[in-house]
């Protein structure tokens, strides 16, 4: 049986090394998707607790947890700490408020800048939020045997850089 790992002259072809590749490819696009629907899926299963912590989008909840980890945060600050536009920020923000979770209000510091706060409320939503993410990751981390979790860490790792890298 030929050494896969051989190096080959410019002129040689590998095609069935690129078939295998395809095959790969599709497999793991396929997988990649089942698994996406999969985390999907296990959100919406969410149980009902504390109405704030459901009534939270993923975004909300990244754009609440970014503002409590900064001091004096300017709605510019944490949209681009989260990855949207200040507009979007700002209707996310405004939703919220709504719903009693955070607070907006002039800079004392610069009258030109809005800053947030997370009220009570939106601590506890947090609080909750986080609570069930935890028994759900708890769930899935004693669901895999033992012998597996260095390597699922590892491809965790791997597959957090390669996001970050596209």
């Known amino acids: 049986m030929p050494d896969e790992t051989h190096e080959c002259a410019p002129d040689e072809t590998h095609e069935p090394r690129a078939e295998q590749h395809d095959v790969e490819l599709e497999e793991f696009q396929r997988a990649w998707t089942e698994f996406i629907n999969a985390a999907i899926h296990a959100r919406s299963r969410s149980g009902h607790g504390h109405r704030g912590a459901e009534d939270l989008t993923l975004t909300q909840a990244l754009l609440m947890e970014a503002v409590r980890g900064m001091d004096h945060p300017s709605v510019g600050s944490v949209a681009q700490i989260v990855g949207?536009?200040?507009?979007?920020?700002?209707?996310?923000?405004?939703?919220?408020?709504?719903?009693?979770?955070?607070?907006?209000?002039?800079?004392?510091?610069?009258?030109r800048s809005t800053v947030v706060a997370?009220?009570?409320?939106?601590?506890?939503?947090?609080?909750?939020?986080?609570?069930?993410l935890e028994g759900k990751q708890r769930q899935v981390f004693d669901a895999i045997r033992p012998s597996l979790r260095p390597l699922v860490l590892t491809l965790?790792?791997?597959l957090r850089e390669a996001l970050d890298e596209t």
């Open 84 to 111: 949207v536009s200040s507009p979007s920020a700002t209707r996310m923000i405004q939703q919220l408020e709504r719903k009693g979770m955070m607070a907006r209000r002039r800079s004392e510091r610069d009258e």
């Open 118 to 132: 997370i009220t009570e409320e939106g601590e506890r939503a947090l609080a909750v939020r986080r609570k069930n």
């Open 156 to 158: 965790l790792r791997d």
